[in-house]
């Protein structure tokens, strides 16, 4: 059996990817070895009853015993150990959450429902390193894949709504703790004058009463249109991944597709929804559309523009925790014809993260 070093996996995505590889059984076709960069020799995660022994994970040698390596553990630690295992010749596969080596030559981006055949063929290329998209990106995709691949798109522009997990853990919490503190100064005050409760809750949003160290201000009650660093022309790297690792996943490097937005921080736990507009390449009845996105894969679920069936599920609330991403509101537009409009959720820590990882892995095996 492979030998398979998992780093990185206590954080978000790590821990979602061990609990996804025990559902699909995964470990039973592997030999799992568990690295940590500052807890080596200590008891590691029980899998299937067995304690798992920590490896250091700052170690080359003992990483490069290992056939296949993936990391959740961040893009800094990548910079530092993947140049490092080059320089002893390691030939095993690296498969990534980070984004560090997504845009580099010698890596390809992961979406097997989408490129399994230019992962097919990178793997015949000889190609070793393998990383997970970013995860509006990945879930876009997954929702409106079949569209790319019937080659439609002549652009499209993505408005996000991204939840908090995007951020990690402590934004997860950061948010519960936002809201919990909301609720104890809205409780008392509730059956009381509606523009008083208005006032002290907005007067506590503006306050510095509820913790916003991760994200800088509340996200409960709010919204944060900018996430991540600043790029060129004023987009945010976040926005600027859509156009640059979408065309990277679909093999357009030479032929890109445009595609631009605005990505949102929105409150919610860990999924991450999308609003769409498609500007088709040639007329296409909206029939054949909804076919496309009905066939595309078992994970894409179609859901009817009424709205009962948008209410219930294309909405964090549904897909949250399933590896389903909901496609809805899908209309031709008033802009013209060829304009459609479109709206996605996906699980941000599912087919946004972790399962593309472990289904790599499973194609190296
Ligand atoms: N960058 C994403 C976000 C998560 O902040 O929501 C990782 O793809």
């Known amino acids: 059996m492979k030998k398979v070093g998992i780093i990185g996996w206590r954080g978000m995505v790590g821990s979602v990817l061990l609990e996804r590889m025990e559902m699909e059984g995964d470990f039973a076709k592997i030999d799992p ?65 980070a984004s560090a080596k997504r845009m580099d030559d010698d890596s390809l981006i992961i979406l097997d429902p989408v490129n ?71 409780n008392p005050i509730m059956e009381g004058p509606i523009l008083q409760l208005d006032t002290d809750i907005s007067n506590l949003l503006k306050s510095e009463k509820l913790n916003a160290d991760c994200f800088g201000v509340p996200l409960a009650l709010n919204l944060i249109p900018w996430i991540d660093s600043a790029v060129e022309k004023g987009q945010t790297r976040e926005e600027w991944k859509a156009f640059s690792e979408t065309n990277k996943i679909l093999g357009r490097k030479d032929n890109p597709i445009p595609i631009d937005g605005t990505c949102v921080r929105v409150g919610a736990l860990r999924s991450h929804s999308q609003a769409l507009t498609i500007k088709l390449n040639k007329s296409v009845d909206i029939k054949t559309i909804e076919d496309m996105i009905k066939n595309f894969s078992e994970f894409t679920e179609f859901v009817e523009n009424t709205p009962e069936a948008t209410r219930e599920k294309l909405n964090p609330r549904y897909v949250s925790g399933t590896l389903k991403t909901t496609v809805g509101r899908v209309r031709k537009m008033n802009l013209g014809d060829e304009y459609l409009n479109i709206f996605t959720s996906g699980d941000q820590l599912l087919w946004g993260a972790a399962e593309p990882l472990r289904r790599m892995l499973n194609i190296v095996l």
């Not at 055949?117 to 997954?142: E, Q, R, Y």
């Open 33 to 97: 070895y568990f690295f940590s960069t500052s807890q080596a020799g200590q008891n590691g995660p029980l899998i299937y009853n067995k304690t798992h022994t920590l490896r250091d994970a700052n170690d080359v040698n003992e990483l490069a015993d290992m056939d296949i390596i993936i990391s959740c553990q961040g893009g800094d630690y990548t910079k530092k150990v993947r140049p490092a295992l080059d320089e002893v010749s390691w030939q095993g596969y690296w498969i990534d959450a």
């Open 116 to 186: 399994k055949d230019i992962i097919d063929k990178a793997l015949n290329d000889g190609v070793k390193n393998f990383i997970g998209g970013n995860c509006t990106v990945s879930l876009m995709l997954m929702g409106i894949g079949s569209l790319f691949q019937e080659n439609l798109v002549e652009w499209m522009t993505s408005m996000s709504y991204q939840a908090a997990s995007g951020g990690g853990a402590r934004h997860m919490k950061e948010l519960l703790t936002q809201m919990k503190v909301i609720g104890d100064v809205a």
